[in-house]
């Protein structure tokens, strides 16, 4: 059976990995709404993008309204602990936007939750791996329709994954530890969030990579 369209509504839509999916669903036509913290509206980015939904996501009342009609959320949102001295934790940046829009998404009619956790959140060690660990839970609970996306280290913008890993991951059995380009990443997101699945599923390792490869998209050759 087809799936009717999908249309995106995309949470940390400013973020490296956000702003890239935002430019290819852009590019392609895809239905896509960019949420904007009131603060980021005004900005150079924020302006290129004809659907915003511009609202604190501890608005819970308008944050619904905005998501309704939309089919897909997907939460990008995270941070780095070189964002502490700004106030981000792991506890407000990645579990409580988490927790927010997974209530703001049941009351809205949501049918598929797309979340961007992290390789590892599976066995967490560390605060980091922890909080994904949480924000997973959340999302699996819901009683949305899910889909978890685990990638390893990121490349591309200002990401760059440290160089042993580059090294092992050349070895045949430690392949799926390759870094994965941010345009990769955007491309599956926006594979899984188009077709609606797989569902309930975690992509990670060869899963994941098997859903590269369905994209085509290679990593950009750089000089």
């Known amino acids: 059976m087809e799936t009717p369209p999908r249309h995106l509504f995309v949470a940390g ?38 659907r915003k939904a511009v609202v ?10 905005m998501m309704s009609g939309y089919t897909t959320v997907l939460q990008l949102i995270g941070t780095m602990r070189k964002r502490f001295d700004a106030g981000d934790t792991y506890e407000t940046s990645d579990i409580g936007t988490t927790r927010q829009l997974v209530e703001a998404a049941k009351r809205a009619g949501v049918d598929h939750f797309v979340l961007l956790s992290s390789m590892g959140a599976g066995r967490p060690v560390g605060a980091y791996l922890k909080a994904k660990a ?3 839970r ?23 994954p440290p160089s042993l890993l580059r090294v092992f991951s050349r070895l045949p059995l430690l392949g799926k530890l390759r870094p994965i380009h941010l345009e990769q990443l955007a491309a599956v997101l926006l594979r899984v969030s188009e077709k609606r699945g797989p569902l309930n599923t975690v992509l990670e390792g060869n899963s994941l990579w098997a859903e590269v490869d369905a994209t085509g998209v290679k990593p950009p050759v750089t000089p």
């Not at 973020?15 to 900005?43: D, N, Y």
């Not at 501890?58 to 619904?64: F, R, Y």
């Not at 959340?138 to 390893?152: A, D, F, K, N």
């Open 13 to 50: 839509a400013t973020g490296a990995t956000g702003r890239t999916l935002m430019r290819q669903a852009l590019a392609r036509g895809v239905p896509v709404i960019a949420h904007v913290r009131p603060k980021s509206a005004s900005s150079d980015l924020a302006k290129e993008w004809p």
């Open 56 to 65: 604190e996501l501890s608005d819970g009342e308008t944050l619904i309204e």
């Open 134 to 136: 949480e924000a997973e």
């Open 138 to 160: 959340l999302v699996r609970e819901s009683g949305i329709p899910w889909t978890i996306v685990r990638p390893p280290a990121f490349e591309g913008e200002y990401h760059e």
